[in-house]
Structures are given as structure tokens and as C-alpha cells.
């Protein structure tokens, strides 16, 4: 091929380089040769308890109709949602993955001559949705390793159109509590459409953090996004959301594409919404989790960021690559942020009871064999 087509596209995007996810089991054990029910997933923020029972009967029941097209406005869900936060059906999009609301909201707001800011060690899809979008990426360094709330109000300008702003921040699992984000509200201009990701909001008790949802009447530029790919445990169906005020979802249903929530992920979201238990033992599982981690790493003398998230983010000290290599020639998975520019720490989800000490007792091998 005498072709380069990289060189062809878009100026803007010659410069991107792929999302990398994390890496599936399949992928690992035809890498290494390994047996895949050996292998440890801790890389993806994951729900380790499997579905719930209730969305599976959910889905079952939704399977012969598989030869219809799902509901493109997702009528069903948007009563559900909307009754479960108390707003109207036309502050609800939906979308496949909070992901997709992201990229949605670059779409119909940022353009060339126009800018977005978020935090350094923010999610990746904030920088590659406003790049694609052919606007200015602008990152204010982080502050102890969160959000710096205060300096990302002093790059906002008249071309800023949208500010990203997650909350827990994943791959760090910081947090901002509710006088921050009050204050920070307050202040952003009503040019600006906040996008405040709460993908792990499910994670926090009650009153350690502030509740998005409770801001929308006061602020038309808010955008609560969220998902049930975590607590809920439906990260394999693609299905998220955002709340906002009926005027911005209307923009943004505008160019949302048909169909982009499935079928079984509408039946599945209805019935994991409905399920507090499940909800209750996920948080459960993670709090008991995380504890037994951070004793763990505590143990071995590592540090760590505490964390909201389902996830956390360990710091070697030093270039963590040959140690991600070494668990996972041992079968174990964890997620390299390198490509966040912190090339010390791997970010390791919550998992099973069996799942973190199978991670932990690998992980101290390796460090004992330097």
C-alpha cells in the first residue's frame, strides 16, 4: 500500500493515538499461553459480584425479541430515570455508555476557535472528544493529583464552551466535596456547560460527596453524567446517561444516533435500577474490598491515592511497566496509566475477596524477587 491514509485525515487527529483498554483475559491467556480461568481481572473498574439475577431474567425475557429494532428514544427507561431522580423524562439522553454523552457533548459545543478544560489525570475521553471535535484541549495540572477547581476557573474565556469535570476522577479516584462544587458553579459562566461525570458516584456513601442531581434546577449549564457499567454491573451492555435541563438534552439528542442503546441494555438498566439490593451489596463489596487492599499494600510499603472509585491507584515509585509485565506473567491483570503521564502507579480495580489476595500475594512475590 503506497497510500498513507493517517496522512489524509484530518489534521487534528493525526496526533491521536488510540483508547487503550484493558486487557481482556482472552487476550492474555493466547498472549502467554495461560489458562484463562486462572487468570485475574483487576483492570477494567469492573463489578466483581457478576449481574444481577434480576437483570438476567430481565434479559431472558427480552431475547426473542431480538429481530425488532430497540425503542430509539428509549421511552421506558427515560420514566424510570426520571422518576428515580425526580425530574421530567425531557431532562434524560441516553447513551451507549456515559461515554457516548461525552463525545455527544464535544460534538454539538466544541468546534476550531473554541476550547474545553479539564484536569491533568482526567479521564482520556475528555482530551480525544474535544480533539476530534477540532477544539483547544485545555489541562490544568492537577492538585494532589485531583481536580484543581479553583485554577480551572482561571482558564476559562469567551471561547471556552465546556468544562469536564469528574467527580470521583477516574484513574485517580479523587474527589471534590459539595462547598467545592458549589463554589465552582457558582463561578463558571453561563457560556459553559459543566459536564460533571459521576461514572462511580454509586461508590460513595450518601454524604461524602455531593449529589449532581441536586444542582440541575439551579444550573441550566450542568450536565450529570452517569453510567451502569460500574455499581450496577452492566459494563458489557453499553448503557449510560445524563440528567440536564430539557433545553441541552434536546441539542444533544439532535445528533445522537438512533438506536444507540440496545435492546437488552434498555430491559437490563430498567431492572439493575430497580435492584437496591444488588446496589447495596456492590457498594458493600467494594468498601470491604478496598480495605483489604489497602491493608495489603499498606503491608508491602506501598503507597496509594485513596480513592471513591472502585479502583486504586498504587505508586511504585518508580517505572511500573516491568512490574505490570510481572503479574501479568502470573496471570494477573492491572491497568498501566502510563498513558496519563503517571508511569509509577498501576490502577487496580476492586475484586473479589480471592481476586485482591490473589493480586496481593503475586504482587509481593514479585517485589521480594526485585
Not at 29 to 48: F, H, Q
Not at 255 to 283: G, K, M, Q, T, W
Not at 318 to 341: F, H, K, T
Amino acid at each position: 500500500m503506497t497510500c498513507n491514509f493517517l496522512a489524509l485525515a484530518r489534521p487534528n487527529l493525526q496526533g491521536l493515538s488510540p483508547y487503550v483498554p484493558g486487557k481482556p483475559i482472552e487476550e492474555l491467556a493466547r498472549e502467554l499461553d495461560l489458562n484463562p480461568a486462572d487468570i485475574v481481572k483487576l483492570a477494567s473498574n469492573e463489578n466483581p459480584l457478576g449481574p444481577s439475577p434480576k437483570v438476567l431474567t430481565a434479559i431472558e425475557k427480552e431475547l426473542p425479541e431480538l429481530t425488532r429494532y430497540p425503542d430509539g428514544n428509549g421511552f421506558i427507561l427515560k420514566q424510570k430515570l426520571a422518576e428515580h431522580y425526580g425530574v421530567e423524562p425531557e431532562q434524560v439522553t441516553l447513551g451507549n455508555g456515559s461515554n457516548d454523552i461525552l463525545d455527544l457533548v464535544a460534538q454539538a459545543w466544541l468546534a476550531p476557535g473554541l476550547n474545553a478544560v479539564f484536569s491533568q489525570y482526567a479521564f482520556a475521553v475528555y482530551p480525544i472528544a474535544t480533539t476530534i471535535a477540532g477544539a483547544e484541549c485545555r489541562v490544568v495540572p492537577a492538585k494532589d493529583y485531583g481536580h484543581d477547581l479553583e485554577a480551572m476557573l482561571q482558564e476559562i474565556d469567551e471561547n471556552t464552551r465546556v468544562v469536564f469535570v469528574a467527580n470521583p476522577n477516574n484513574p485517580t479516584g479523587t474527589w471534590f466535596d459539595v462547598t467545592s462544587l458549589e463554589q465552582f458553579l457558582a463561578a463558571v459562566p453561563e457560556h459553559v456547560i459543566v459536564v460533571l461525570d459521576e461514572a462511580y458516584i454509586e461508590y460513595a456513601a450518601s454524604s461524602e460527596l455531593p449529589d449532581g442531581m441536586k444542582y440541575l434546577a439551579n444550573y441550566p449549564n450542568l450536565i450529570v453524567t452517569r453510567t451502569f457499567s460500574k455499581a450496577y454491573g452492566l459494563a458489557g451492555l453499553r448503557v449510560g446517561y445524563s440528567i440536564s435541563s430539557a433545553q441541552i438534552a434536546d441539542v444533544i439528542n439532535r445528533i445522537r444516533e438512533p438506536f444507540n442503546v440496545n435492546s437488552l441494555a434498555l430491559v437490563a438498566a430498567c431492572a439493575a435500577l430497580e435492584d437496591e439490593d444488588y446496589l447495596f451489596r456492590s457498594r458493600q463489596a467494594n468498601e470491604q474490598g478496598m480495605e483489604q487492599l489497602e491493608l495489603g499494600l499498606n503491608a508491602l510499603g506501598l503507597r496509594w491515592i485513596n480513592s471513591k472509585g472502585n479502583f486504586i491507584a498504587v505508586d511504585f515509585q518508580q517505572d511500573a511497566s516491568a512490574i505490570n509485565q510481572a503479574l501479568l506473567e502470573r496471570g494477573v491483570i492491572v491497568r498501566p496509566v502510563a498513558g496519563y503521564g503517571m508511569p509509577n502507579f498501576l490502577r487496580v480495580s476492586i475484586g473479589t475477596h480471592e481476586e485482591n489476595a490473589r493480586f496481593l500475594t503475586v504482587l509481593k512475590q514479585i517485589l521480594s524477587d526485585g
